[in-house]
Nanobody
Framework: QVQLVESGGGLVQAGGSLRLSCAAS????????MGWFRQAPGKEREFVAV????????NYADSVKGRFTISRDNAKNTVYVQMNSLKPEDTAVYYC??????????????????WGQGTQVTISS
């Protein structure tokens, strides 16, 4: 069993930056692809970014490409997403997730078996 805990959310002005962290426990996630999703009020949870098990491959939603960067430190069992040039439309609860079935760059929710509780990100205009 894997437990994921997100941190780093908060309230920032548009144009600002945040760095979210996702700490895994219970077992190592070094062999798993790790992803970030987000869910805004009244909307479905959507894919944001994913990184392969070794960190060599990444994939991003078009809406965040060029602004967000996902990374991982397998020695620390932790995944990060650096979010720059934030916009009000980035406001959402951000969730970390681990895929045990696809170690490359999955993007679909059903491909991720473990989820964190989420961290709120609010961008003011």
């Amino acid at each position: 069993q894997v437990q994921l805990v997100e941190s780093g959310g908060g309230l920032v002005q548009a144009g600002g930056s945040l760095r979210l962290s996702c700490a895994a426990s219970g077992r190592t996630v070094s062999g798993y692809a790790m992803g970030w999703f987000r869910q805004a009020p009244g909307k479905e949870r959507e894919f944001v970014a994913v990184i392969s098990w070794g960190g060599g491959d990444t994939n991003y939603a078009d809406s965040v490409k060029g602004r967000f960067t996902i990374s991982r430190d397998n020695a620390k069992n932790t995944v990060y997403v650096q979010m720059n040039s934030l916009k009000p439309e980035d406001t959402a609860v951000y969730y970390c997730a681990a895929s045990v079935t696809n170690p490359q760059v999955p993007t679909l929710r059903y491909e991720f078996a473990y989820w964190g509780q989420g961290t709120q990100v609010t961008i003011s205009s």
